[in-house]
């Protein structure tokens, strides 16, 4: 087991930054693809008669990256094709592109208009493309109504809104619809920098950041209710480094809505990568095999003004990379990394001097 990792001269302050939640994720010195963004909202509205609660509704905040120039109108119609089965008694309601102050057109290379904002909306029987559906699932009593808003970035990257919602909720549950509107209403293009916050313009609500966009949600009421909450584990982004040596997929996520301490929740990260790096292959040689080729690297670097833990997997062709670290109370924040080991190898520096110049909004 190695010594802890250190990035060994200060690094240069970052170009900027993109967000993700509450962290500012500095620009890295090489060029880089933001291939996908995923954040998914559960949402719960209490009100009605019964005072009863929505629980199944989700929003979630997605990016892609497209090989091929994409229009927002040519996604919609792919959504439309994928949900138009015979099962799901597919009804549209309504797709149109729209007119946004706040979201840039994109124009061709003649200066037309190749991808404008552009909204769908449909029902059908069963929500399809959960995260935690691995396939297309359909209920028959359940009527699902999905919102989507496609926003432009480039000719080759398309953000979605997505709401996924019950149809029954749209009848007696008058809170989401505000709500809503409140989010459409601060969704805006919005580079995250270090002087950016998440406080809200309103009481109870809270800025959110993505790579290019930011907006408000909803908060805890006293009563439990009226809450947007971050998925516990699926918050996820990926970034593709383009290095001299390779190409470098970079996978970061953030665990959110525990109760952790963060120094507790460190120390139990820091002492179970040690114990991993140094019992692992005692561990697999007692399993019956001859030897365990893998060579394995305890990592301890900074992380902002804090630090993150983790381990090297060096198994030949790939390595692997695993980074996990507490930094607020409830909230890690985790890096993971598969890829050429040549390439992988020659980014280590690179990648711990970009950890240390991290950024959380408090």
Same mark, same amino acid.
Request: net charge negative; hydrophobic share 35%; glycine share 6%.
């Given at each position: 087991?190695?010594?802890?990792?250190?990035?060994?001269?200060? =690094?240069?302050?970052?170009?900027?930054?993109?967000?993700? $939640?509450?962290?500012?994720?500095?620009?890295?010195?090489?060029?880089?693809?933001?291939?996908?963004?995923?954040?998914?909202? $559960?949402?719960?509205? *209490?009100?009605?008669?019964?005072?009863?609660?929505?629980?199944?509704?989700?929003?979630?905040?997605?990016?892609?990256?497209?090989?091929? =120039?994409?229009?927002?109108?040519?996604?919609?119609?792919?959504? &439309?094709?994928?949900?138009?089965?015979?099962?799901?008694?597919?009804?549209?309601?309504?797709?149109?592109?729209?007119?946004?102050?706040?979201?840039?057109? @994109?124009?061709?290379?003649?200066?037309?208009?190749? +991808?404008?904002?552009?909204?769908?909306?449909?029902?059908?029987? #069963?929500? @399809?493309?959960?995260?935690? $559906?691995?396939?297309?699932?359909?209920?028959?009593? $359940?009527?699902?109504?999905?919102?989507?808003?496609?926003?432009?970035?480039?000719?080759?990257?398309?953000?979605?809104?997505?709401?996924?919602?019950?149809?029954?909720?749209?009848?007696?549950?008058?809170?989401?619809? *505000?709500?809503?509107? /409140?989010?459409?209403?601060?969704?805006?293009?919005?580079?995250?920098?270090?002087? +950016?916050?998440?406080?809200? *313009?309103?009481?109870?609500?809270?800025?959110?950041?993505?790579?290019?966009?930011?907006?408000?949600?909803?908060?805890?009421?006293?009563?439990? #209710?009226? !809450?947007?909450? &971050?998925?516990?584990?699926?918050? !996820?982004?990926?970034?593709?480094?383009?290095?001299?040596?390779?190409? @470098?997929?970079?996978?970061?996520?953030?665990? *959110?809505?525990?109760?952790?301490?963060?120094?507790?929740?460190?120390?139990?990260?820091?002492?179970?990568?040690?114990?991993?790096?140094?019992?692992?292959?005692?561990?697999?040689?007692?399993?019956?095999?001859?030897?365990?080729? +893998?060579?394995?690297?305890?990592?301890?670097?900074?992380?902002?003004?804090?630090?993150?833990?983790? /381990?090297?997997?060096?198994?030949?062709?790939?390595?692997?990379?695993?980074?996990?670290?507490?930094?607020?109370?409830?909230?890690?924040?985790?890096?993971? &990394?598969?890829?050429?080991?040549?390439?992988?190898?020659?980014?280590?520096?690179?990648?711990?001097?970009?950890?240390?110049?991290?950024?959380?909004? !408090?």
């Amino acid at each position: 087991m190695s010594a802890p990792t250190q990035s060994q001269t200060p =690094p240069q302050p970052p170009v900027g930054y993109t967000g993700m $939640d509450d962290v500012l994720i500095p620009t890295p010195a090489v060029p880089v693809t933001i291939q996908s963004e995923m954040y998914p909202l $559960d949402v719960v509205s *209490s009100g009605g008669v019964d005072d009863d609660v929505e629980t199944t509704t989700m929003v979630y905040i997605t990016s892609e990256s497209f090989i091929a =120039p994409t229009s927002t109108q040519d996604l919609a119609e792919r959504w &439309i094709t994928r949900h138009s089965d015979q099962k799901s008694k597919f009804h549209l309601l309504s797709h149109t592109a729209v007119e946004s102050r706040a979201i840039p057109t @994109v124009l061709d290379e003649k200066g037309k208009v190749f +991808s404008p904002p552009y909204t769908l909306i449909f029902e059908s029987h #069963g929500a @399809v493309d959960y995260p935690w $559906d691995g396939l297309t699932k359909y209920y028959d009593k $359940d009527r699902y109504r999905q919102m989507f808003y496609f926003l432009p970035v480039s000719a080759n990257q398309i953000v979605t809104a997505r709401v996924v919602r019950e149809v029954k909720y749209f009848e007696g549950f008058p809170q989401f619809e *505000s709500q809503y509107e /409140h989010f459409l209403a601060t969704l805006k293009r919005d580079v995250a920098t270090p002087q +950016s916050t998440f406080k809200g *313009s309103i009481p109870r609500t809270r800025r959110f950041y993505t790579a290019y966009f930011s907006f408000e949600i909803f908060l805890r009421e006293a009563d439990g #209710g009226n !809450q947007w909450l &971050i998925n516990k584990t699926s918050s !996820q982004r990926s970034d593709v480094w383009h290095t001299q040596d390779g190409d @470098v997929t970079i996978n970061m996520g953030i665990v *959110s809505g525990y109760d952790f301490d963060p120094v507790s929740e460190n120390h139990k990260l820091k002492e179970d990568a040690k114990a991993l790096v140094k019992k692992l292959p005692a561990l697999v040689k007692s399993m019956g095999e001859k030897e365990f080729k +893998s060579k394995l690297t305890y990592i301890e670097t900074p992380f902002g003004t804090q630090s993150i833990y983790g /381990h090297t997997d060096d198994g030949g062709l790939e390595t692997e990379v695993v980074l996990e670290g507490a930094y607020k109370t409830g909230k890690k924040f985790r890096v993971y &990394i598969k890829d050429k080991s040549t390439a992988v190898s020659a980014l280590l520096p690179q990648l711990y001097a970009w950890l240390a110049q991290f950024r959380v909004l !408090q």
